[in-house]
């Protein structure tokens, strides 16, 4: 049986409004080296997650972009909105990534192997880039609501830098539907089964390359600090798994995907979208965010 647009129920909110904040951050210093609290672990993870952005984003925007034409005029806005988000936090991730460079990190191994991914998935056909594209907006949705959600994961950080990652994943909550409406309109005729299990294998492979190239990556950069083997793998593992333990807590919102019925704002967390003011010329909130229940 063949799905068509008008039966998929599409539960991103009709009054959401995707609001690009064009943000300057870290112009007038230079961040530290070890911005997150002095902890290595911490710095690396983040710093290694950063230099996936100017490229990585780039990418998505490519992706999405090339399904526009034929869109309903609400999911049209939606990308050109959601464009417009991206390429901010394209330029002020490659200004960060630039401030790490100068803070005395190598940044090339793990701008290559971003590279290399991206090439591998640009030579499949344009609906495969947007199952990446897709797969990997949840990653960073789920991602966002932990790091806003649990003020611990930047407890210790440098304001400015604090505020950069704060300012970032807002807007990923924003748009978190607009990847996924895209391809669920650019799939509209085909089988509900074909799309799964599309949807699935790519979540499946990004998953693998998501979770062995950032720990690869953050665990070169603490090689540069002088943190090797085991030391350097406890620390990392600790971290992410155990405390604050952000990869373990978002892995039932990943689970999530592979359900039947999955939509991104299955979830409305529209509440931690008060943790950044909308207006660019806003003030940030010094107030922490409340935990999500």
Request: a neutral charge.
């Given at each position: 049986m063949l799905i068509t647009m008008s039966a998929i129920p599409l539960p991103t909110p009709v009054e959401l409004s995707i609001t690009p904040r064009d943000r300057r951050f870290g112009r007038d210093a230079a961040t530290p080296r070890l911005w997150h609290g002095g902890r290595v672990e911490a710095t690396a993870i983040y710093n290694a997650?950063?230099?996936?952005?100017?490229?990585?984003?780039?990418?998505?925007?490519?992706?999405?972009?090339?399904?526009?034409?034929?869109?309903?005029?609400?999911?049209?806005?939606?990308?050109?909105?959601?464009?417009?988000?991206?390429?901010?936090?394209?330029?002020?991730?490659?200004?960060?990534?630039?401030?790490?460079?100068?803070?005395?990190?190598?940044?090339?191994?793990?701008?290559?192997?971003?590279?290399?991914?991206?090439?591998?998935?640009?030579?499949?056909?344009?609906?495969?880039?947007?199952?990446?594209?897709?797969?990997?907006?949840?990653?960073?949705?789920?991602?966002?609501?932990?790091?806003?959600?649990?003020?611990r994961h930047l407890d210790g950080a440098e304001q400015e830098t604090a505020d950069l990652w704060r300012w970032h994943a807002i807007e990923e909550i924003e748009h978190k539907g607009v990847a996924y409406d895209t391809w669920l309109n650019a799939t509209r005729q085909w089988p509900r089964f074909t799309r799964w299990k599309l949807k699935a294998r790519v979540m499946l492979l990004v998953t693998r390359n998501f979770l062995v190239d950032r720990t690869a990556g953050a665990l070169e950069l603490m090689r540069q600090d002088g943190v090797t083997g085991l030391r350097a793998w406890r620390l990392l593992l600790t971290y992410l798994w155990v405390r604050p333990g952000m990869f373990r807590k978002i892995a039932g919102a990943w689970l999530s995907f592979f359900l039947p019925g999955f939509h991104p704002w299955n979830v409305d967390d529209r509440h931690l979208l008060g943790a950044y003011p909308a207006s660019a010329s806003d003030e940030t909130p010094k107030r922490k965010v409340r935990r999500a229940v």
């Open positions: 997650l950063s230099t996936t952005f100017p490229k990585g984003e780039a990418f998505f925007v490519e992706s999405v972009r090339a399904f526009r034409d034929g869109a309903p005029p609400k999911l049209a806005e939606e990308i050109k909105a959601f464009t417009t988000q991206e390429a901010i936090h394209s330029r002020e991730h490659d200004a960060f990534n630039r401030r790490a460079v100068d803070a005395g990190y190598d940044l090339s191994k793990l701008e290559q192997r971003v590279a290399h991914r991206l090439a591998i998935t640009r030579g499949r056909p344009p609906v495969v880039s947007l199952a990446a594209t897709m797969a990997l907006e949840h990653f960073t949705a789920i991602l966002a609501h932990e790091l806003l959600a649990d003020p």
